[in-house]
C-alpha cells in the first residue's frame, strides 16, 4: 500500500500550480495590467510635460510670422490703413500686383445681444492705377 500511496502522491506535481487558485487569478491578472498601463500613461504624461517645458515661446510682431514670398523678395511697401471707430473692422489697401489693388479687413465686434465678432475679410479688385513696383 505504501507504494500505492507514494505513487499517488507523485503523480501530482509539487509546486506552486498545486496550490493556485482559479477563481482569483484573472481579477490579480486585470489588477497587475491596470497598474502597468497607469504607470505608462504616467511616463507618458510626465515625458510631454518635461518636453512642453523646452518649449520657447517667441513674440513677433504682427506679419513677422507669415510665409515668405516669391524666396524673400516680396512687395514690402507698405499698405494706406483707414482707422475705423471702435466696433468696426480697420481697413487696409495697396497695390498686389500689375492692375490689381488688394482690401483688406480686421476682425471686429458687431455689438448686439450677445456680441458677434465678423471675420476678417481680403479682396483683391482690378485697378488700372496699379503699376509694376
Known amino acids: 500500500m505504501r507504494e500505492l500511496t507514494a505513487t499517488r502522491e507523485s503523480a501530482v506535481p509539487p509546486g506552486p500550480a498545486a496550490h493556485?487558485?482559479?477563481t482569483g487569478a484573472a481579477p490579480a491578472r486585470r489588477a497587475r495590467a491596470t497598474a502597468r498601463h497607469f504607470r505608462r500613461a504616467l511616463?507618458?504624461?510626465a515625458l510631454a510635460l518635461l518636453l512642453s517645458a523646452c518649449?520657447?515661446?517667441v513674440e513677433v510682431e504682427p506679419g513677422e510670422a507669415d510665409p515668405l514670398v516669391r524666396g524673400?523678395?516680396?512687395e514690402n511697401t507698405p499698405a494706406e490703413v483707414f482707422?475705423?471707430?471702435d466696433g468696426f473692422g480697420n481697413l487696409a489697401t495697396k497695390c498686389v500686383g500689375v492692375g490689381k489693388r488688394g482690401y483688406v479687413t480686421?476682425?471686429?465686434?458687431r455689438h448686439e445681444d450677445p456680441p458677434v465678432f465678423?471675420?476678417?475679410n481680403t479682396v483683391v479688385v482690378d485697378d488700372p492705377t496699379c503699376q509694376a513696383p
Open 83 to 85: 482707422n475705423m471707430p
Open 55 to 57: 518649449y520657447a515661446h
Open 20 to 22: 493556485r487558485s482559479t
Open 106 to 109: 480686421t476682425r471686429w465686434l
Open 118 to 120: 465678423v471675420p476678417a
Open 72 to 74: 524673400g523678395a516680396g
Open 43 to 45: 511616463v507618458a504624461f
